[in-house]
């Protein structure tokens, strides 16, 4: 099986501006998570999708959104970047176990 | 409120040895606990979890024990090898939050061969 994967994988976009992140699951999951991952704060879940409904959500402010399709493709959108946006995004996907999730390779993003 | 520690950043450890990695958590509802190994570069690895009815599981090399009365867990690589040399994360997780998992700061964990 295919793992989860994440497009693209770097990335380099200036303040004030959006930016769309994409990834696929696993084929048969249907939880897909993000988490920001920095060297000050660590992996900080962002959010949760099941059947394209946001589920849960964590402490960022509204310019970070996302949503997930119909075949569990998810993506997530940062609006306004800051320069402290600038961090590696993960996604992860489950399948039956809402735990036991599994990280795609991660979008590095640079905010100049 | 960090609920989620791993006290040593790092962890050097002669190949062939027992590795031991330790995780404390503060929040009572966690109810399941896993370990993940990363590279740089790439996405954490599911290595192992615990369900917070057991004390221990074990898979091959890896065994996880968990002390729930003094909300510790810690993770066990018997023998250690070069190949294990990574960043181990260790994270819990809780019924009421939906795909949220609560990672600790890492330990990096360096094998001598």
């Known amino acids: 099986k295919a793992g989860v994967t994440q497009t693209p994988r770097y990335l380099i976009k200036t303040r004030g501006q959006q930016v769309t992140l994409s990834c696929s699951p696993i084929?048969?999951?249907?939880?897909v998570s993000w988490y920001q991952q920095t060297p000050g704060q660590g992996l900080q879940f962002l959010f949760e999708?099941?059947?394209?409904?946001?589920?849960n959500k964590g402490n960022f402010p509204g310019r970070f959104s996302g949503r997930q399709f119909s075949n569990s493709r998810s993506e997530m959108n940062v609006s306004t970047l800051e320069l402290g946006d600038s961090a590696l995004y993960l996604c992860?996907?489950?399948?039956?176990?809402?735990?036991?999730?599994?990280f795609g390779p991660g979008t590095r993003l640079t905010v100049t | 409120d960090q609920q989620v520690k791993q006290n040593s950043p790092s962890l050097s450890v002669q190949e062939g040895r027992i590795s031991i990695l330790n995780c404390d958590y503060t929040n009572s509802m966690f109810d399941y606990f896993l370990w993940y190994k990363k590279y740089p570069a790439e996405g954490p690895t599911f290595l192992i979890s615990?369900?917070?009815?057991?004390d221990k599981n074990e898979d091959g090399r890896f065994t996880v024990f968990l002390n729930k009365s003094a909300k510790h867990l810690s993770l066990h690589i018997v023998p250690s090898q070069p190949g294990d040399s990574a960043v181990y994360f260790c994270a819990a997780g809780d019924g009421t939050s939906y795909g949220k998992l609560t990672f600790g700061q890492g330990t990096i964990l360096t094998v001598h061969p």
């Open positions: 992860a996907s489950s399948l039956v176990l809402p735990y036991e999730q599994y």
């Open positions: 084929s048969g999951h249907r939880s």
């Open positions: 615990i369900s917070s009815i057991k």
């Open positions: 999708y099941f059947s394209e409904t946001q589920r």
